[in-house]
């Protein structure tokens, strides 16, 4: 009993959650695709409806688990093949899919909503074929699946003469005719043709997706996902070279280490100036309170980096330029952005909706409060006699609307007076409460 535990524990590991409680997302790791109304079973774990969220190394279901918010996830080169039920039980469950997993197990996804479990398996085996091809050690465990004979995780998939066929033996598809022509080259010549053939794919990828603007909408996910597999590759090139430098590779592996330094960085940024790769949509998310919470948790994961650069606090018109720049194409409505913000309360997410009386709207650091702000501007006045909205904005690094708001915020409890004249709006001390004290 202690090995299977233990194997159940390797196979399916707790996984992190952002302050919004969405995947933490590791070192070059991106998203691919969202599921939502997704149950996981395997063994002893019954996690009922969730989110899956398929990345470019794992699969991670983010749902309400022993009454909190929790997350796990099964690492895709724990995962053999993806399949279908079929014969009598798919009568029962033709919407779920069944998982070969490492030491033997097999985990169930049963999709409760309107979801494709055929789009689903694509995506999930696209993901696992743009693995790093690493050797395998020969195993004498076979992965199984229930098809039409049951069984527990250490039934075999069997056919009409009921033997037990290992999941090495079974291919996720079938090649493409460029992959089948290049298996006429072996050794290094072979791997050399397919990387030349993989960069030729690449360059008329980037050729299409940047030709005209309904390509690149056609294109944006894939070009997402030919990012992640050039960043693994850097990694991995930069690794050989910093081990060639210290085995003495001389100045030829210094001059690849640089090269490859200088294509990370260019890779950097096109992957910036790409932003969230797996976008939550009404078409993965329906259109009712499910998408509203999930895209006011991408909202909150997208915008809380970026708040500490404007002081903090970001208007809602800026906050939608830069969170439909992050989307790409998949653009949101200004509606949906107001909605999904009114949710930030409800959802305990790690930012504020601020509405101030008049009806300007921000999303704010829970760390900026009036109290924060009044001890700026009374240090602002002890090199300043009076204190506009653009002496606060130079100092804290909000625009000078949002300061208005705070200053008038503070006049209205009683901190401060205003005197507007033709030169504009100054706050000063009000002195008449302090002598009233």
């Known amino acids: 009993m202690a090995v299977v535990n233990t194997s159940i524990t390797a196979v399916l590991a707790p996984a992190s959650l952002t302050p919004a409680e969405m995947p933490q997302m590791g070192a070059g790791e991106a998203g691919i695709s969202i599921e939502p109304r997704v149950s996981l079973n395997l063994e002893a774990y019954a996690l009922s409806e969730g989110a899956i969220h398929i990345t470019n190394r794992r699969l991670v279901w983010v749902g309400q688990h022993a009454g909190a918010r929790s997350a796990f996830e099964i690492l895709l080169t724990h995962i053999s093949s993806v399949v279908v039920p079929s014969g009598f039980k798919a009568l029962f469950r033709s919407n779920s899919l069944n998982l070969a997993l490492s030491f033997g197990y097999v985990a169930t996804l049963t999709f409760l909503g309107h979801s494709d479990p055929a789009r689903f398996k694509e995506t999930l085996e696209l993901a696992i074929r743009q693995l790093p091809k690493l050797p395998s050690a020969p195993s004498s465990s076979t992965s199984s699946l229930p098809g039409s004979s049951t069984g527990g995780h250490g039934a075999g998939l069997s056919g009409g003469g009921g033997a037990t066929v290992s999941s090495s033996s079974l291919p996720a598809t079938l090649p493409a005719d460029d992959e089948l022509r290049s298996l006429q080259y072996v050794g290094v ?221 503070l006049e209205r409890s009683g901190a401060l007076c205003r005197d507007d004249t033709v030169d504009g709006l100054c706050f000063y001390p009000n002195r008449f409460l302090r002598e009233a004290g």
Do not use: W
């Open 189 to 409: 010549r072979g791997v050399m043709q397919r990387q030349r053939q993989e960069l030729d794919r690449s360059e008329r990828d980037i050729a299409d997706a940047f030709g005209d603007l309904k390509t690149l909408m056609a294109k944006a996910k894939e070009m997402v996902t030919l990012v992640d597999a050039h960043s693994a590759r850097l990694a991995r090139r930069r690794h050989e070279s910093s081990g060639s430098a210290t085995g003495g590779g001389g100045a030829g592996a210094s001059g690849d280490a640089a090269q490859t330094q200088a294509e990370e960085e260019s890779l950097l940024q096109f992957a910036l100036s790409l932003g969230i790769s797996a976008p939550v949509t009404r078409d993965t998310h329906g259109t009712g309170s499910r998408y509203m919470s999930e895209l006011a948790r991408q909202l909150a994961d997208t915008l809380l980096p970026a708040l500490p650069r404007y002081g903090g606090m970001l208007a809602l018109p800026d906050a939608y330029c830069l969170f439909n720049r992050a989307r790409g194409t998949c653009l949101v409505s200004p509606e949906d952005l107001v909605q999904a913000c009114e949710m930030f309360a409800t959802l305990k997410l790690p930012v504020i909706y601020v509405v101030f009386p008049s009806g300007v709207k921000a999303i704010q650091d829970p760390a900026v409060s009036l109290a924060s702000v009044g001890a700026l501007v009374t240090d602002l006045f002890t090199s300043h006699p009076a204190v506009s909205a653009m002496d606060l904005a130079a100092r804290c690094g909000r625009s000078a609307v949002l300061c208005t708001e705070q200053l008038l915020a």
